[in-house]
């Protein structure tokens, strides 16, 4: 008997249409899914805890030998609405910014607009928990990235998307999260790894009314927001923001 492939993926909103392929399709008896922060798959990948992750795009530097094995990720064409920076004030009075604990990817992304894009100088600080979101006042403004950038949305006045920025400074799409392996996969298998997101975004309508519980729009979030798929601008997107990073 094969062992079940292990596969590790973020619980935010955004990857309910790739977990429901594989949860509820064929493919669910081959596979072991674990659920965690960004940061934490990368580190069981690189210890061989799981052999497929959904990994942030910034970890990629520091994985050897890695694969991109799909054609789908978490990205988008423009605004992202669950990645920003919240405050009090506008942008030229931000002084401080708190940054989320649980993506490297949108940490980096967010140094990155300050300097090249909004040409802000500010002090960064590294968030420890979820604390750090009741300090966003005055001019400290934070970082907030899935879920709960969602539901933060109504308590602050200014709200700087990440996407939106990258769009207006680079004029491409961005992507956040990729699957990856650092070993060679059952060739058998990833056939059917890529039918299974096909099937749980043929389902989106079904995820948008059973995840309807945010004040913010779902049907806004999963058909515009966010893309799934991993198109030739996405990849070229990828290789711009790496190139950035290593320049950092």
């Given at each position: 008997?094969?062992r079940k492939?292990?596969?590790?993926a973020?619980?935010?909103?955004?990857?309910?249409?790739?977990?429901?392929?594989?949860q509820?399709?064929p493919i669910?008896?081959?596979i072991?899914l674990?659920l965690?922060?960004?940061s934490n798959?990368?580190?069981?990948?690189k210890?061989d805890?799981?052999?497929?992750g959904?990994l942030?795009?910034?970890a990629?530097?520091d994985i050897?030998?890695y694969?991109?094995?799909?054609?789908?990720?978490i990205?988008?064409?423009?605004?992202?609405?669950?990645?920003c920076?919240?405050s009090e004030v506008?942008l030229?009075?931000i002084?401080?910014?708190?940054?989320d604990?649980q993506s490297?990817?949108?940490?980096m992304?967010c140094?990155i607009?300050f300097?090249?894009?909004?040409?802000?100088?500010?002090?960064f600080?590294?968030a420890?928990?979820?604390?750090?979101i009741?300090?966003?006042?005055?001019n400290?403004?934070?970082?907030?990235i899935?879920d709960?950038?969602?539901?933060?949305?109504?308590?602050?006045?200014y709200i700087?998307?990440?996407g939106l920025?990258w769009?207006e400074?680079?004029?491409?799409?961005?992507v956040?999260?990729?699957?990856?392996?650092?070993?060679q996969i059952?060739?058998?298998?990833m056939p059917?790894?890529?039918?299974?997101f096909?099937?749980?975004?043929?389902k989106?309508?079904?995820i948008?009314?059973?995840?309807d519980?945010?004040?913010?729009?779902m049907?806004?979030?999963?058909r515009?927001?966010i893309?799934?798929?991993?198109?030739?601008d996405?990849r070229?997107?990828?290789t711009?923001?790496?190139?950035?990073?290593k320049?950092?």
């Amino acid at each position: 008997m094969e062992r079940k492939i292990r596969i590790g993926a973020v619980s935010y909103l955004n990857t309910k249409p790739l977990l429901y392929g594989l949860q509820h399709g064929p493919i669910r008896d081959d596979i072991e899914l674990t659920l965690d922060y960004p940061s934490n798959l990368v580190k069981a990948l690189k210890n061989d805890q799981i052999d497929i992750g959904l990994l942030p795009v910034a970890a990629l530097l520091d994985i050897s030998d890695y694969q991109i094995v799909s054609d789908y990720c978490i990205g988008t064409e423009g605004e992202v609405a669950s990645v920003c920076v919240f405050s009090e004030v506008p942008l030229d009075e931000i002084d401080t910014v708190l940054l989320d604990y649980q993506s490297r990817t949108s940490v980096m992304l967010c140094r990155i607009l300050f300097a090249k894009h909004w040409k802000k100088s500010v002090q960064f600080i590294n968030a420890a928990d979820e604390t750090y979101i009741d300090k966003i006042k005055g001019n400290v403004a934070g970082l907030v990235i899935g879920d709960r950038a969602l539901r933060i949305r109504d308590r602050f006045k200014y709200i700087y998307d990440l996407g939106l920025g990258w769009k207006e400074m680079t004029g491409m799409p961005f992507v956040f999260a990729v699957w990856v392996v650092k070993k060679q996969i059952n060739t058998r298998f990833m056939p059917s790894f890529n039918e299974a997101f096909g099937l749980g975004l043929s389902k989106i309508n079904l995820i948008i009314k059973d995840n309807d519980e945010s004040n913010y729009p779902m049907d806004m979030y999963f058909r515009k927001n966010i893309s799934y798929l991993l198109t030739e601008d996405m990849r070229a997107s990828m290789t711009i923001f790496l190139s950035f990073l290593k320049n950092i």
